[in-house]
Nanobody, 121 residues
């Protein structure tokens, strides 16, 4: 079992930055791929970024590539999403997720409760 708790969301002006954190519980954190997803009002949940447990390889959605950076600290059982050059269309609830196999699809086993990110124009 893995429990996830996101933090770091908030209100920011367009062009600004936020850093989301996701703290995990469980002894096998290092064996899980970690992903970030987001869901805007009236839209489906979409993939944002992921990082593998083998090699720490990052993956990004085209819409955030070059602006967002995912990283993980296995000693702290945490994953981070650094978001720069934020745009109003980045406004959404951001979710952290963990899975032993899935990387970019939404078939993750474990999900956090989400943190709201609002980007004003």
């Amino acid at each position: 079992q893995v429990q996830l708790a996101e933090s770091g969301g908030g209100l920011v002006q367009a062009g600004g930055s936020l850093r989301l954190s996701c703290a995990a519980s469980g002894r096998t954190f290092t064996r899980y791929n970690m992903g970030w997803f987001r869901q805007a009002p009236g839209k489906e949940r979409e993939f944002v970024a992921a990082i593998t447990w083998i090699g720490g390889t990052p993956y990004y959605a085209d819409s955030v590539k070059g602006r967002f950076t995912i990283s993980r600290d296995n000693a702290k059982k945490s994953v981070y999403l650094q978001m720069d050059s934020l745009k109003p269309e980045d406004t959404a609830v951001y979710y952290c997720a963990a899975d032993a196999r899935t990387i970019t699809s939404s078939d993750y086993d474990y999900w956090g409760q989400g943190t709201q990110v609002t980007v004003s124009s």
